[in-house]
């Protein structure tokens, strides 16, 4: 089992920076790829950024694109997604995912099995 935790939201003001973290342990060695997922109040969750295992890959959603930067550092079993020139719309719970399939690095929210509790990020306008 790999467990995940979420750290660094908290409230910001629009054109301000955060930087989210998510710790993985347990199995650590069957985590493959990992991504961020956030959900908006009255909203489906959505994809926001996803990276390979070795970091070469990286997806992300067309609006945050530019913003956003996703990494990870495998010797400390942690993902990072750098938030800069944040905007209201992107308040939301963040949530950081893990899939153990080999080869992949997926887009969809479905293709993760293990999830965090998720981090509050408030942006004010």
Excluded at 8 to 20: E, H, K, P, Q, T
Excluded at 40 to 56: H, L, T
């Amino acid at each position: 089992q790999v467990h995940l935790v979420e750290s660094g939201g908290g409230l910001v003001d629009a054109g301000g920076s955060l930087r989210l973290s998510c710790a993985a342990s347990g199995r650590t060695s069957a985590v493959q790829a990992m991504g961020w997922f956030r959900q908006a109040p009255g909203k489906d969750r959505e994809f926001v950024a996803c990276i390979s295992r070795n970091g070469g890959t990286t997806y992300y959603v067309d609006s945050v694109q530019g913003r956003f930067t996703i990494s990870r550092d495998n010797a400390k079993n942690t993902m990072y997604l750098q938030m800069n020139s944040l905007k209201p719309e992107d308040t939301a719970i963040y949530y950081c995912a893990a899939t153990s399939v080999i080869n992949l690095t997926p887009r969809r929210n479905d293709a993760y099995q293990y999830w965090g509790q998720g981090t509050q990020v408030t942006v004010s306008s």
